[in-house]
């Protein structure tokens, strides 16, 4: 069985959908190919010389002139990202489907809007295997990792919701320029292993957004076991319970409690991924 997957660049960079192309790989021969890499026509004939027996879009729907109908007889999946998500056109909507498009779902709204338009879909929630790490519970001031990606998610709006007096460090990384005291400043990519290292090390981590598609950054922080402060929107809610393996804030200050034991939260957490990947096969029809 042959599996083409239409992603973008910017996954590849991340890796938001390796994930998904490493459990695909392991049913079918999967082809990658990266939207802004070919003008759609070419992208066309790429995949027409391929020959798939399943078309994966992931993030971006496909196209109808040059997916659905091109392709009008090979079964189609479309992996809708929560993040910068638009709902599609009355049209749209009708023609995906009385074609058959079916949708592969990694949040609640996604599930949500897929099902309520009457395409088939399936819910599931990607949860990374948990590592195990040696619990302490510190009263705090806390040590925090921040990674920012948006401006929203500002040094100026954490530090009124965490407040100063609970912080003893910000290991910080941004192109933002922002100062404070407290500051440790993160001026190089980091390998895996390296961020791994980090995550154990620190108190709570930052969500570098408010919105997330798969949410790797919060997730990895989880699996490590440390918990998570993050905007209260989605995928983050799907996965933090307040209080227990995080907190979530909008713009009010929230209570910092101490570090709970994540350990099984996680397996939980790892122990439906598992169920879910066995899922994913049937629906992609392995």
């Not at 996604?110 to 309520?116: I, L, P, S």
């Not at 919701?161 to 910080?172: F, P, R, S």
Request: net charge positive.
């Amino acid at each position: 069985m042959k599996v083409v997957v239409l992603s973008k660049k910017h996954f590849y960079i991340t890796g938001s959908d390796q994930f998904l192309i490493d459990l695909l790989s392991e049913e079918a021969e999967v082809v990658v190919f990266r939207r802004e890499e070919s003008s759609s026509w070419k992208l066309f004939r790429k995949i027409r010389h391929e020959k798939p027996d399943l078309l994966i879009f992931f993030a971006t729907p496909p196209s109808f002139f040059h997916h659905i109908l091109r392709f009008i007889m090979t079964p189609k999946i479309f992996v809708p990202m929560y993040d910068g998500f638009k709902p599609f056109k009355p049209l749209k909507e009708k023609l995906f489907r009385f074609f058959g498009l079916k949708a592969l779902c990694f949040s609640s709204p996604m599930t949500e809007y897929h099902t309520k338009i009457g395409l088939k879909t399936l819910s599931v929630r990607y949860f990374p295997k948990p590592l195990r790490k040696d619990f302490r519970a510190p009263k705090g001031p806390y040590t925090f990792l921040f990674w920012q990606r948006s401006k929203e998610n500002s040094l100026l709006l954490i530090r009124s919701v965490v407040g100063d007096e609970n912080i003893h460090k910000i290991i910080y990384r941004s192109e933002f320029q922002e100062d404070a005291p407290f500051l440790e400043r993160l001026d190089k990519w980091l390998s895996k292993e390296e961020l791994q290292e980090l995550l154990q090390k620190v108190d709570f981590v930052i969500a570098p957004r408010r919105q997330e598609g798969i949410g790797m950054a919060f997730l990895e922080a989880l699996a490590v076991g440390t918990p998570v402060i993050a905007y209260d929107d989605y995928t983050m809610k799907d996965y933090i319970t307040q209080g227990l393996n995080g907190h979530l804030f909008k713009t009010d200050r929230i209570t910092i409690t101490p570090p709970n034991d994540l350990t099984d939260i996680n397996e939980a957490f790892y122990k439906r991924w598992l169920e879910d990947r066995s899922k994913i096969k049937s629906f992609m029809g392995f």
